[in-house]
């Protein structure tokens, strides 16, 4: 299909790199952010303001939002919002990291609306979404996201088209438990690095090219290392991230302690103030100056 204008719902940290790599192909953005001052760079690069989900989802081929909660996603499709204000034959993309059912529930308000949603939630942080290299795990109608092909390679290099509704929200699920456990290794392993005195940079140089290696190894071990807690991907959105996949998991009657030891140790880092660290910041559980 022809998109030319793409109304895009959450101008967050991960928001921000995909609206400005949208544009650099092309597509003509329309944006609305709960803090309009969030959003004034991407303005004055081209960007135009809403001021509402509604009023971005008014006129567009294609509304994306990637937004917090899934408290918020029900809000933005469902409260005199998108799925409302949207054009007819419109494509809806949600790419916030939210629950499967929810993503059926917006999925059957769509279709009964004459729209096409999609579930297609990313992973790869704020570095992929800066470089136009996520990875984008896509639920809906195959054809549907055969037809967004050209938006989807503009945010993001591995996509995958992955089933029904709901489908892209397991499959982040399953991400996130692989991520939850993987991170305290991380921090466990650069701990220890550290405590037994070792250089930690070589330590780096053998172990994230062996069988040890990860992104999140290679890429927020060495914020680790240099203090540097930054969000690419907060705290607070980890945890919503893994209540959701407990639930989901318990829902289906499947264990998951790993994922249930790393919730644990990041609700106690919430608990600490460390709600809007990057969660790289589970290394200071681990090593302290």
């Known amino acids: 299909m022809a998109v030319k204008t793409i109304g895009f719902v959450g101008t967050g940290v991960m928001g921000k790199g995909m609206i400005r790599n949208l544009m650099k192909a092309g597509f003509t953005l329309q944006v609305y952010n709960r803090t309009k001052s969030k959003a004034e760079d991407l303005l004055a690069e081209g960007a135009v303001w809403k001021s509402s989900p509604a009023e971005a989802a008014e006129g567009a081929d294609v509304v994306i939002t990637i937004v917090g909660y899934p408290k918020d996603v029900a809000s933005v499709y469902f409260d005199n919002g998108i799925i409302d204000h949207a054009k007819s034959g419109a494509y809806l993309i949600d790419m916030t990291t939210s629950s499967p059912q929810l993503a059926e529930k917006i999925y059957e308000a769509a279709t009964e609306k004459g729209l096409h949603a999609l579930d297609a939630p990313v992973s790869g942080g704020d570095v992929g979404a800066q470089n136009g290299t996520l990875s984008i795990m896509i639920g809906g109608n195959q054809e549907d996201a055969e037809a967004l092909a050209p938006v989807f390679q503009a945010m993001g290099k591995k996509i995958v088209y992955q089933g029904k509704a709901g489908a892209g929200q397991h499959t982040k699920m399953a991400n996130q438990i692989a991520i939850a456990s993987n991170m305290i290794g991380v921090a466990e392993a650069l701990g220890y690095a550290k405590h037994a005195g ?33 969000p690419g991907f907060y705290v607070k959105h980890l945890i919503k991230d893994e209540r959701i996949a407990l639930e989901s998991a318990e829902a289906m009657g499947f264990e998951t302690p790993g994922l249930s030891l790393s919730k644990k140790i990041y609700d106690e880092l919430a608990e600490q103030g460390e709600e809007n660290s990057g969660t790289q910041a589970i290394f200071k559980k681990y090593w302290k100056e």
Do not use: C, H, Q
Request: a negative charge; hydrophobic letters at 35%.
């Open 198 to 230: 070792l250089d930690t940079d070589k330590v780096m140089e053998s172990i994230e090219t062996g069988a040890a290696g990860s992104w999140s190894l290679t890429n927020l071990g060495r914020r680790m290392l240099k203090g540097d807690f930054e």
